[in-house]
């Protein structure tokens, strides 16, 4: 479990970068914490660095959108879904639960709800 900080440190339409196996992005939207990967499956740009809209991080270089629920991309030139993390808010602290998933897991899963 990776500690975030405190509640009362990441404000509303904030986020935080922290580090797991790769960087993870946390976001308050709107008092609802979300964790996804923080680089961007299209080039390398920081999701944290972007901008947070309802539930949808805005990538800083090309403008893809990701859901922060599914990770989800909504269009080009993004293709590729970010992980999501579990996030556990205890004790006024948040920790994220990195997910065992991979990149590769998760297009996969993509690719067959598809089918
Ligand atoms: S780097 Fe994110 S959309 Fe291009």
Known sequence: MILVGAVS????GESVRVQGSVPIAVFNADGVFYAIDDTCTHQDASLSDGW???????CPLHAACF???TG???GP?????????EVVISDGMVYVLES???????????AEEVR
Request: aromatic share 0%; charged share 30%.
């Open 67 to 69: 859901d922060l629920r």
């Open 72 to 74: 989800r991309p909504s």
């Open 77 to 85: 030139p993004a293709r590729t879904p970010v992980r999501t993390h």
């Open 52 to 58: 947070l809209e309802g539930c949808a991080v805005e």
């Open 9 to 12: 440190d990441i404000p509303v």
């Open 100 to 110: 065992a998933e991979t990149g590769a897991d998760v297009a996969e899963a993509l």
